[in-house]
């Protein structure tokens, strides 16, 4: 076990004051974690008050939990400050805390320092990159829970670790998809086995521009004691190349060189532990290659912590793919109608729409500053049209002006659900029998929806009153 040996950093006490910054599903896990230590807390967020749920109003009428909108800096005696991942290094408050030499931690910081300070620390196994994270790690639940193993997967999916680590009953091993917001701010994290799926321009904007400050964050998962990265994208292949691990184990679609886990003779193949095949690379839900090699990822890391080959493959046939992840919703008049509303940036459309040999795409949204014209370009050839919404429509349509001028593109207006009604009709007309209509903003979705499973659910429900209608 990676730093097993070694004395954790301090955890907070009771009695001391600890700022919290936000109020979100991990921030709440925070200050549950808190109160029940007897900590005093001081709960803020960027812009206003964050609303606290009912359980916790107790803790605010005695004056063990404070909560300010828009703090600038810690007050005198704050012994930590722990921040919701999606507070940038440059937030006046964290930058105010750095001066001050106030510690500044994330939530899953704090589950680390609480499960390594106890005396059967567990194994850790953390999943990562740009695209991907959480398909890989509801596979690798799957594989852990064939094993007979108690694991729910925790971190940006699902609960927060600190949940995870104080679970009853407890948590066998600690299964986290990690953003690289979460990984910035988890500076001591050393898991059992850390992969990176991938590296391609997303979340610029919290990085200031710096595509080596987002992969700098990311390659934190793989400074453990084993390292896992899908060396066909070349982003996460150099991040295991300058890995610190004692052990690198390369992952790829293709047959696998000594010491990786691939494909041979269409199987997925595990050459690192000595398994061998594992089983058809027919069996791997969803379809896709990118899902083969997220496939032999969470294989990797199971096998890392000393699951059997029969509950890999157990558990991979077992997988039941998450909502808005390439699902098909309906097959109307022989056309297909696909769901990847997960795809929220322009790598993630592309592995979507590598799937389908003739598509009608459905794009746009929030860019985040990502360039879209290499995806454009690669993937020309396959459309039958486009339907574009959203914000940055307009960039994308430049794109395709540029790289695909011979197909048909409609921008459809609007800022509510009812646009999606349009879009589908839209890409309907669009759409002979054998394409697939296919949902792949590489785009985030706030301009118009709540969330991507907002957005997910918005595609859904179109396409289903239109099959009523047919």
């Known amino acids: 076990m990676a730093e097993q040996?070694?004395?954790?950093?301090?955890?907070?006490?009771?009695?001391?004051?600890?700022?919290?910054?936000?109020?979100?599903?991990s921030g709440i896990a925070v200050i549950r974690y808190l109160v029940g230590l007897g900590a005093r807390v001081l709960v803020t967020a960027d812009r206003v008050a964050p609303i606290l749920p009912p359980d916790l109003l107790p803790s605010v009428r005695s004056g063990a939990v404070e909560v300010v909108a828009d703090l600038a800096s810690p007050p005198p005696g704050t012994a930590l400050l722990v921040t919701s991942p999606g507070f940038?290094?440059?937030t006046p408050l964290l930058v105010a805390a750095a001066a001050?030499?106030?510690?500044?931690?994330?939530?899953i910081e704090l589950a680390w320092r609480?499960?390594?300070?106890?005396?059967?620390p567990r194994e850790w196994l953390v999943v990562t990159g740009t695209n991907g994270k959480t398909t890989t790690v509801g596979m690798l639940e799957s594989i852990l829970r064939a094993a007979g193993l108690v694991v729910t997967a925790c971190g940006n999916v699902g609960w927060p670790g600190l949940e995870a680590v104080l679970d009853v009953p407890r948590q066998q091993r600690i299964a986290a998809e990690l953003s690289s917001f979460q990984l910035h701010w988890a500076p001591s994290v050393r898991p059992r086995a850390g992969l990176v799926l991938n590296l391609v321009e997303d979340h610029l904007n919290w990085y200031g521009g710096s595509m080596a400050a987002y992969g700098a964050d990311k390659a934190l998962a793989l400074t453990g004691d084993i390292a896992v990265a899908v060396v066909d994208d070349p982003g996460a292949a150099a991040m295991l190349v300058a890995s610190p691990a004692a052990r690198k184990i390369a992952i790829t679609a293709s047959a696998p060189p000594v010491g990786a886990l691939g494909v041979l003779d269409g199987h997925l193949f595990d050459g690192a532990f000595g398994n061998g095949p594992l089983l058809p690379v027919t069996g791997i839900r969803p379809a896709?290659?990118?899902?083969?090699?997220?496939?032999?990822?969470?294989?990797?890391?199971?096998?890392?912590?000393?699951?059997?080959?029969?509950?890999?493959?157990?558990g991979l046939r077992q997988f039941e793919p998450g909502e808005h992840r390439n699902v098909e919703v309906a097959l109307i008049d022989g056309v297909r109608f696909v769901n990847d509303s997960k795809a929220t940036n322009p790598h993630a459309a592309a592995a979507s729409l590598a799937a389908y040999h003739r598509v009608v795409w459905i794009a746009g949204g929030q860019l985040k500053g990502a360039s879209i014209d290499d995806l454009v370009r690669s993937i020309a050839d396959r459309l039958a049209g486009v339907v574009l919404l959203g914000v940055d429509a307009p960039l994308i349509a430049e794109a395709l002006s540029r790289h695909a001028p011979n197909v048909p593109t409609m921008s459809v207006p609007g800022t509510d659900h009812g646009v999606m009604t349009e879009v589908v009709r839209a890409a309907t007309t669009m759409a002979a029998q054998g394409d697939v209509v296919l949902l792949a903003p590489a785009a985030a979705s706030l301009d118009m929806f709540s969330s991507y499973a907002s957005r997910g659910d918005s595609f859904v429900a179109a396409v289903r009153a239109l099959g009523e209608h047919r």
């Open 5 to 25: 040996g070694t004395r954790p950093p301090a955890l907070p006490a009771a009695g001391d004051l600890v700022v919290v910054a936000g109020g979100g599903v």
């Open 88 to 90: 940038p290094p440059a």
């Open 100 to 107: 001050g030499g106030v510690e500044v931690i994330g939530e």
């Open 114 to 120: 609480l499960d390594r300070a106890g005396t059967d």
């Open 288 to 314: 896709g290659v990118h899902n083969i090699t997220n496939a032999l990822s969470a294989a990797a890391l199971a096998l890392a912590t000393g699951v059997s080959a029969e509950a890999v493959a157990s």
